[in-house]
């Protein structure tokens, strides 16, 4: 028995550690495979009307981490809106990590990935106020479509905002 044992071990050893990547030092060398379906992110995003301009402009800070900004300015000067933002693959999980100015006490809230398609992802945190839903697409024209939905006042509410790549 332990003739074969012994072998069966081996070959799920060599098996399982082949899967791994290392470094030139022998340090295991991480997978972000669910970060990496974000990646179209990268880039400045804008969306300009009469109204004001929206923009959201998305980094890769590491192999874990994308980190974002997104604003509305009216008038060219006044900032109606401003948040920071993070995409973190924790585990097997990508975190969406929104820190809005002057909501929640300025504190981070995170919202999970509970969908991912070619050009899909949608984050949720049911807990929250509003909103419940977070969803980005990436249409075939290369635009952009973000939208924020939920229920507001126990009433279903989504804005939806269509913004083009900046060259």
């Not at 990547?21 to 974000?38: H, M, T």
Request: contains cysteine; aromatic residues 8%; glycine residues 4%.
């Amino acid at each position: 028995m332990k003739k074969i044992t012994l072998p069966i071990a081996l070959i799920i050893l060599i098996v399982t550690s082949s899967c791994n990547r290392y470094d030139a030092k022998g340090n295991l060398i991480k997978s972000y495979d669910e970060l990496q379906k974000a990646k179209w992110l990268i880039g400045e995003w804008e969306k300009k009307d009469s109204l004001g301009d929206l923009k959201e402009i998305w980094t890769s800070q590491d192999d874990s981490t994308f980190t974002g900004q997104s604003y509305y300015i009216q008038n060219e000067k006044d900032t109606l809106h401003f948040e920071q933002i993070e995409l973190k693959q924790d585990g097997e999980h990508l975190i969406y990590t929104a820190t809005v100015r002057g909501e929640n006490n300025d504190s981070p809230i995170p919202f999970q990935m509970t969908k991912d398609e070619d050009s899909l992802l949608v984050f949720e945190n049911p807990k929250h106020d509003y909103p419940q839903k977070i969803q980005y697409q990436l249409l075939k024209n290369g635009s952009l479509v973000a939208t924020v939905s939920g229920k507001q006042n126990k009433k279903p509410s989504a804005e939806s905002y269509t913004m083009i790549k900046k060259k």
